[in-house]
């Protein structure tokens, strides 16, 4: 992608990489150091990093190194279905009607499902970005 993100992961340095809907650029804001930064009034200019969960401070990465650039090359990766355990289907499954019904009641308006999971990744994290900035171009 480029050489100063591959500097970057070279060095374990905090960075996010982003592309505003619209945009051809992807901006990177990056960090020379290792402080973690939090905040709780989000006063600070900067990338957050804010869980569903609410709770007082916040991740994030000051605005103060960034480039940006234009992707130069697409990404060729392969892709594989990812598999639930069975209990875990089952229960999201159940999620999703009890959801559906309160809906339909119109006890509420709107409702955000997810599922946490995990999974062994040995890939490069880069080509996968890659391949969503071409996949998702807005």
Known sequence: MSARIASLIANDSPFVLYRLPGEESVHCLYQEDKTVH??????EAGFVFAP??????KLYLPNIHRFSFIP???ATIATSAIALPL???????KQVEAAVKALERQSME??????????PYTGDALAVFERLLEQYPR
Do not use: G, M, Y
């Open 38 to 43: 939090t905040t709780t009034d989000f006063s």
């Open 52 to 57: 569903f969960v609410a709770k007082t401070e």
């Open 72 to 74: 130069d090359k697409k």
């Open 87 to 93: 209990t875990q289907k089952k229960n999201f499954i």
């Open 110 to 119: 709107k409702v955000v499902l997810s599922n946490a999971f995990r999974l």
